[in-house]
């Protein structure tokens, strides 16, 4: 939904109370963690945790609750949800200057042996794509270019919007438009780290979003996704309050 990254319809979201007042309360749930002397103290440990959990929870979200990497079907997407958030870090200094070579990585990281050589990184060139969530009301290719345009747009001219919204915007364009034939849900779900980390919010990637969206409930997530979808002021507001919801229900899982 392109459209919601115009200015104009921008300005109306930031005017409304509900979505000003969603995004602080969840600055200042993630602020609270970062904060924390136990968790500075073990930083790479807390960051190691994060980034384990933050895959497992990933790959539950498109039902591979698995214990360990192998070689099934399952086993293999919790590998792919695992290579992503471990590459999260050394992809944050590119996202705000080139992000749609940093989603080009990221699939071609996630979607290694699930589809062909050829089409790693690529976005998808027919109109049938994934949908672990069964999202359904899947964009025509047609608006893959102009969606993911707008997107690049956004995250390297708007570094006035408030961080959490930005990453709620990147997120839900990438669940919406499903750009990739595989993997479009593990992409999306990595790149709110990256957008955190690279708007200052969470540097050190402690907190766990992943988390908050497994336990907001698939149904839940879902219709945030259809909502976001109907490019409505309403239907948008309603995605944001959501995903604000989620990460600061990622910050309070952060354990030492």
């Given at each position: 939904m392109s459209q919601?990254?115009?200015?104009?319809?921008?300005?109306?979201?930031?005017?409304?109370?509900?979505?000003?007042?969603?995004?602080?309360?969840a600055r200042?749930?993630?602020?609270?963690?970062?904060?924390?002397?136990?968790?500075?103290?073990?930083?790479?440990?807390?960051?190691?945790?994060?980034?384990?959990?933050?895959?497992?929870?990933?790959?539950?979200i498109d039902g591979a609750d698995v214990v360990v990497v192998d070689d099934s079907p399952m086993g293999r997407v919790l590998g792919s949800a695992r290579m992503l958030t471990e590459a999260v870090p050394g992809q944050v200094d590119t996202w705000g200057k080139a992000p749609l070579?940093?989603?080009a990585h990221l699939h071609a990281l996630a979607s290694t042996g699930f589809e062909p050589a050829e089409t790693l990184g690529r976005p998808r060139a027919t109109d049938e794509a994934d949908d672990p969530l069964r999202i359904g009301q899947l964009p025509a290719t047609s608006a893959l270019a102009p969606g993911l345009m707008a997107l690049s747009s956004l995250v390297t001219r708007r570094a006035d919007l408030p961080g959490l919204l930005t990453a709620a915007l990147v997120h839900h364009e990438i669940l919406w438009l499903r750009p990739f034939a595989?993997?479009?849900?593990?992409?999306g779900r990595a790149l709110v780290r990256c957008v955190l980390a690279?708007?200052?919010?969470?540097?050190?990637?402690?907190?766990?979003p992943e988390h908050g969206f497994v336990e907001s409930g698939?149904?839940?997530?879902?219709?945030?996704?259809?909502?976001?979808?109907?490019?409505?002021?309403d239907g948008v507001a309603e995605s944001v309050l959501w995903f604000a919801t989620a990460c600061a229900m990622g910050a309070a899982a952060v354990t030492v």
């Open positions: 919601v990254f115009q200015p104009q319809f921008l300005e109306q979201l930031l005017a409304r109370d509900d979505v000003n007042a969603a995004l602080t309360a200042d749930d993630i602020d609270a963690v970062l904060w924390r002397r136990d968790i500075r103290a073990a930083a790479n440990e807390v960051a190691a945790a994060s980034s384990e959990r933050g895959a497992r929870a990933s790959a539950t070579q940093v989603i595989w993997g479009s849900g593990l992409v690279d708007r200052g919010l969470d540097p050190s990637l402690f907190t766990i698939r149904p839940a997530y879902v219709q945030a996704i259809r909502n976001y979808g109907t490019g409505t002021i």
